[in-house]
């Protein structure tokens, strides 16, 4: 049987996110540097065709913010349900050690959580990220510096608001806690 072990470090998570972050920062520069020092820009698209275009991709930004605010919510709530039955606060909390899944309940067990965690994160980001893209493909088409600062400082404040809320201590998927 083929069992999985894979265990969340807290400190790849974090400089995952400080990339994506950093990946943020590197678009607005080069999309500034595009508007600023790039003397023969040539608008590939009429202005009514940008507008809609504008527009599409804004409408796109919001439906991203909102699933990305909930898978990263989503991922939150399974982690926080493996430490949860991990450690314990009191002893109404005790969970046995390996629950029985109940395949009419739709309820997974713990190693089963958190290893479906860890994707949802990477996606939320990944979506939050899309919308800074977004800004510099504005730019690319003809658009105007506040698509581009727009666009980067909401992805910027949404991975903020994103960011990992993983406990300090390394879980393991197998067991839900690691062995020191």
Not at 150 to 160: D, V
Request: proline share 9%.
């Amino acid at each position: 049987m083929y069992t999985r072990n894979k265990s969340i470090d807290p400190k790849k998570l974090k400089l995952i996110w400080i990339s994506m972050l950093a990946s943020i920062i590197i678009y607005a520069g080069f999309g500034f540097f595009y508007l600023t020092q790039i003397p023969a820009r040539s608008h590939f698209l009429q202005p009514d065709v940008l507008a809609k275009v504008r527009l599409v991709l804004y409408l796109i930004s919001l439906v991203l913010l909102f699933a990305s605010i909930k898978l990263c919510r989503r991922a939150h709530s399974r982690i926080a349900m493996v430490t949860r039955d991990a450690f314990p606060q009191s002893i109404g909390d005790i969970q046995p050690p390996n629950p029985v899944p109940d395949p009419f309940s739709g309820s997974s067990t713990s190693p089963d959580r958190l290893a479906s965690a860890y994707p949802l994160l990477m996606v939320s980001w990944a979506l939050s990220e899309s919308i800074a893209i977004f800004g510099l493909v504005l730019v690319f088409l003809g658009g105007n510096p506040p698509d581009l600062y727009g666009f980067s400082l909401a992805a910027f404040f949404l991975l903020i608001i994103n960011r990992p809320k993983i406990p300090s201590s390394n879980i393991d998927a197998s067991s839900g806690i690691t062995p020191s």
